[in-house]
Structures are given as C-alpha cells and as structure tokens.
C-alpha cells in the first residue's frame, strides 16, 4: 500500500497496474490540480479535482482514439503487404 499526496492531502491506496506506479500517478494529478489552481485561483480543491479529472479523461480518451486511428491503419498495411505476398507465392507456384 502506498502513501501518496495529491493537493496536500495524503492517502493510502493500494495500485492496481504493474506498469505504472501510484507516486506517478498521484504526481501526475498533483500537477493538474496545481496548474487549474493557478488559472482558477478561487476554485475549491473539490472542483478542482473535477475539473483535472475531465482534463485527464479527455487526454486519455484523445490517446485511446489515435491508438485506435494508428491499429487500422497498421492493419490496413499488415494486409495490403499479406496480399501482394499472396500475389508473389501465386507467381512464384506457376
């Protein structure tokens, strides 16, 4: 279990991922937080951590439509080059 602070608040959580650590992950919120609170000076940590919660969603959800966008297109290719493979053993059998 790891101790973590996120916005001078401390908490004990327990990680679920092997590739990536709760201190990274606790840090990375810490840095959102702190830098919607220097935008939006009079923001109470609740709402801040509302508000960096949608900015990391969005991020993630940003990422997970590229990787999406870059699989097709890798598929895409993955076949096109299958194919003219197929075309190539075809000449070579006749």
């Known amino acids: 279990m790891a101790k973590i602070q996120i916005y001078g608040k401390t908490y004990s959580l327990k990680s679920s991922s092997d ?15 702190r830098e919607l609170a220097e935008v939006r000076s009079k923001t109470s940590s609740t709402d801040l951590a509302v508000l960096a ?5 969005q991020e993630l959800m940003e990422l997970q439509k590229q990787t999406d966008a870059n699989d097709t297109a890798h598929e ?3 076949g096109q080059m299958l194919e003219a493979l197929e075309n190539e053993m075809e000449g070579v059998e006749k």
Do not use: G, H, P, T
């Open 53 to 57: 919660a949608l900015n990391i969603a």
């Open 76 to 78: 895409e290719k993955i």
């Open 19 to 33: 590739q990536v650590s709760m201190e990274e992950v606790a840090a990375y919120v810490d840095a959102k937080m």
